[in-house]
C-alpha cells in the first residue's frame, strides 16, 4: 500500500495501518515494541502526499496541530456521509440468499477483508430478456454492488451467486484504470486471471452458459 510506504519512510519505523468507517475518531495511533499501530478513516487511503506526511509529523510529535488534515477530512466527508446513506438503504437479505453473509465469506477467503463496499439485491425488473440481463454491477462513486434479484432463488446455485459476488467485489479491489488510448479498462487480464482464481469458476461459468438460455429463475 502506497500510504503506509510514505507514512513508514517519514516516520523511520513499521508502521501498521487499520482503516476504519468511524465517523467522529479520524486519526488514532499508539506505539507498541517499535512499531507503529496507527487507525485511519478510510478516506485517508485517498489522502494526497502532503496530508500523510502531516500524519507522519504528528505520530513523532503528538501535540502539533494538524490542519491539512483536518481540512482534507472536511473537504471530503460528504462521501462518508454518502457511503452511510447508501448503507441504510441496502437490502442484502434475500428471501433465499443473503448477500450479506455471502461477501463477508469472500472478501475474508479472497480479499483478507479488504473490500469495502455496499452490497444489495436490485430492484425487480421483469422487461428485460433473461440472456441479455445484467447480473451484477458495482458502482465505484457510492462503492455499492448491486445483484440482480433473478438469482434469489432457490434454483440457482449458491456456487454461482457466490461467483456472480465475487466478480463485482474484484471491481471494487481491482479499480477501473485508464488504457493508453482513454478508454476505460475494466475486464483486464489481470481481473480475467484473479476471476479463475474463483473455486467453482469453471462450474460457475458452465451453469450460467446453460441458464442464459432457459431463463434463471423460471
Ligand atoms: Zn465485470
Known amino acids: 500500500m502506497n500510504l503506509q510506504r510514505v507514512i ?20 488514532s495511533f499508539r506505539k507498541e515494541r517499535g512499531r507503529v499501530v496507527l487507525r485511519l478513516q478510510r478516506l485517508f487511503a485517498d489522502a494526497p502526499p502532503e496530508v500523510l506526511l502531516e ?25 462518508v456521509r454518502k457511503k452511510a446513506l447508501v448503507r441504510e438503504k441496502a437490502e442484502p437479505e434475500g428471501k433465499v440468499y443473503n448477500l450479506g453473509r455471502i461477501f463477508e465469506r469472500i472478501n475474508r477467503e479472497y480479499f483478507s477483508d479488504r473490500v469495502d463496499a455496499v452490497i444489495t439485491w436490485g430492484k425487480r425488473s421483469p422487461k428485460k430478456a433473461v ?13 455499492t454492488i448491486r445483484i440482480n434479484p433473478v438469482l434469489d432463488c432457490s434454483r440457482v446455485p449458491r ?10 467485489m474484484l471491481h471494487a479491489d481491482i479499480g477501473i ?42
Open 8 to 27: 513508514e519512510r517519514a516516520v523511520c519505523r513499521p508502521v501498521e495501518i487499520v482503516l476504519t468507517n468511524n465517523r467522529t475518531s479520524i486519526i
Open 55 to 79: 500524519i507522519a509529523e504528528l505520530i513523532k510529535r503528538p501535540s502539533i496541530k494538524t490542519p491539512l488534515v483536518h481540512d482534507f477530512f472536511r473537504r471530503n466527508q460528504w462521501r
Open 131 to 143: 440472456r441479455k440481463r445484467t447480473l451484477g454491477s458495482y458502482n465505484a462513486e457510492t462503492g
Open 159 to 168: 456456487y454461482f451467486v457466490e461467483y456472480v459476488v465475487y466478480h463485482e
Open 177 to 218: 484504470s485508464r488504457r493508453k488510448n482513454g478508454r476505460r479498462a475494466i475486464h483486464t487480464r489481470e481481473f480475467r486471471e484473479r476471476e479463475r482464481l474463483f473455486r467453482d469458476y469453471r462450474r460457475a461459468v458452465q451453469w450460467e452458459r446453460r441458464a442464459r438460455m432457459s431463463g434463471f429463475c423460471p
